[in-house]
């Protein structure tokens, strides 16, 4: 059984030849900017501040890397979809995404957040097909179903299938359902 609760930041780095050295397992988390890839970590961990959230997308800019349990890293990554002063920050995120996919040879699992209210974009669908592609496990899991109904999770349900994601790659996940996560907790310890 792995312990959440026992997290620690490690460190920030923008490049992945600068990543911690040793070697645990990685499970990267991928998103657009907003998504809740920070938060997720947080109510995985029952940790508040752990990682740095944000109601302003944009936030997380670096790769950080999370230890748990002295087992393996969760990896928030900056999220994608959000331009800021003229700066094209999806060329920045493109570039640091490919570094980090070519060269993570402890990359285990990479959790695709999509925002329960949202549809894939572009960018997501670009990351599915690349894992898939490359036959790196990966979970769709949609967050915030604190912020919609029955009616709009079944909409959801049906714009995955047709996207072709498959429903046994699919959770859940809400901040203020901590219950939510327990299933993610036990697809993370089996992937690892
Ligand atoms: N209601 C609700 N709000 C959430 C949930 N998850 C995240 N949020 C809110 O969504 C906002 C963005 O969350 P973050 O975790 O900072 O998002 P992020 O994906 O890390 O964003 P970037 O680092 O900018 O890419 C914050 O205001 C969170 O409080 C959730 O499950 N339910
Ligand atoms: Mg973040």
Same mark, same amino acid.
């Given at each position: ?21 040793? +070697? ?13 890839? &920070? #938060? ?5 961990? #029952? ?5 740095? =959230?944000? &109601? %302003? ?6 790769l ?14 900056? +999220?994608?979809?959000?331009? #800021? ?8 995120? +493109? /570039? ?5 996919? &070519?060269?993570? %040879?402890?990359? %285990? ?5 999509l ?10 669908? /670009? ?15 949609? =967050? ?13 349900l049906?714009?995955?299938? /047709? ?16 219950r &939510?996560?327990?299933?993610i907790?036990?697809?993370?310890e %089996?992937?690892?």
């Amino acid at each position: 059984m792995i312990d959440f609760k026992n997290a620690t930041f490690i460190k920030s780095t923008p490049n992945i030849s600068e990543a911690p050295k040793e +070697g645990y397992p990685e499970v990267l988390i991928v998103g657009k900017s907003n998504v809740g890839k &920070s #938060t997720l970590i947080n109510s995985l961990c #029952t940790k508040k501040r752990l990682a740095f =959230t944000s &109601s %302003k997308p944009g936030h997380t800019k670096l790769l950080n890397y999370y230890l748990i349990d002295n087992k393996f890293y969760l990896v928030d990554a900056p +999220g994608y979809g959000y331009a #800021t002063g003229g700066v094209d920050l999806d060329a920045l995120f +493109g /570039e640091m995404m490919e570094n980090y996919f &070519s060269n993570a %040879k402890h990359l %285990k699992l990479v959790l695709i957040l999509l925002d329960s209210r949202r549809k894939l974009g572009v960018n997501d669908l /670009e990351i599915i097909d690349y894992v898939k592609a490359n036959n790196i496990p990966y979970y769709l899991i949609v =967050t915030k179903t604190d912020k919609v109904n029955q009616k709009e999770k079944s909409q959801l349900l049906k714009h995955l299938k /047709e996207e072709n994601i498959d429903a046994n790659n699919v959770y859940y996940s809400s901040s203020l359902q901590l219950r &939510s996560l327990e299933a993610i907790k036990r697809a993370i310890e %089996k992937a690892l």
